[in-house]
């Protein structure tokens, strides 16, 4: 029996993953726009929504807001979702105010923690976020990587470890199978 082998291995993992493409806003509206001149035009709604690959009940939408505004209640419609609670302007406070770093804004240590990044946001703009949010706009909106710092202490003495490994732990070290004797 001969193994297959699998040609296409990156589409099978972006298959399983299931990633949304981003919408294309500008293409929608000329889908709107299409259906609008079909409109006019007298097509029954349900070969316009054949002809652009929708479905029945929006058409009806569509034609709905025809009815009522014409060409411009199609248009877009701006952005979707939520808008964003962080102006342009804050956003920016925000990030000068954390490249100033922790300890500027009184905390102990240097290290940014999301709950400390929450404080600041608010302290900053007046506007409060959940600290377990702050990482999207720490990282989707500033662009800033997670670090995890070197688990290190700060009086570690390279010099007398190696000395300890090469000279003490050979002494401290049983042999193999000195205990059973």
């Known amino acids: 029996m001969t193994p297959q082998v699998d040609s296409k291995p990156e589409l099978r993992s ?3 993953t299931q990633v949304r493409p981003r919408r294309d806003f500008q293409a929608m509206e000329e889908r709107r726009m299409r259906a609008a001149d079909l409109f006019r035009r007298g097509v029954i709604p349900a070969e316009i929504a054949r002809q652009l690959g929708v479905t029945h009940q929006v058409v009806s939408e569509w034609r709905k807001a025809w009815q009522e505004g014409g ?3 199609l248009r877009r419609a701006g952005r979707a979702g939520r808008p964003r609670k962080l102006s342009t302007a804050q956003l920016a406070k925000v990030q000068r ?3 100033k770093g922790a300890e500027a804004h009184g905390y102990v240590t240097d ?3 999301l709950p400390r990044v929450a404080e600041v ?3 900053v ?5 959940h600290p377990g949010h702050v990482w999207y706009i720490l990282r989707d909106q500033l662009g800033w990587t997670w670090q995890r710092p070197a688990r290190r202490a700060v009086e570690r003495d390279e010099e007398a470890i190696e000395r300890w490994v ?3 732990w050979p002494q401290v070290k049983k042999e193999p199978g000195a205990s059973t004797r």
Request: net charge positive; no cysteine.
């Open 97 to 99: 105010a954390l490249a």
């Open 125 to 129: 703009s007046g506007v409060s976020y």
């Open 14 to 16: 972006a298959a399983r």
């Open 121 to 123: 946001i608010e302290r």
């Open 111 to 113: 290290l940014w923690t």
């Open 166 to 168: 090469n000279q003490r």
């Open 71 to 73: 060409r411009a209640a």
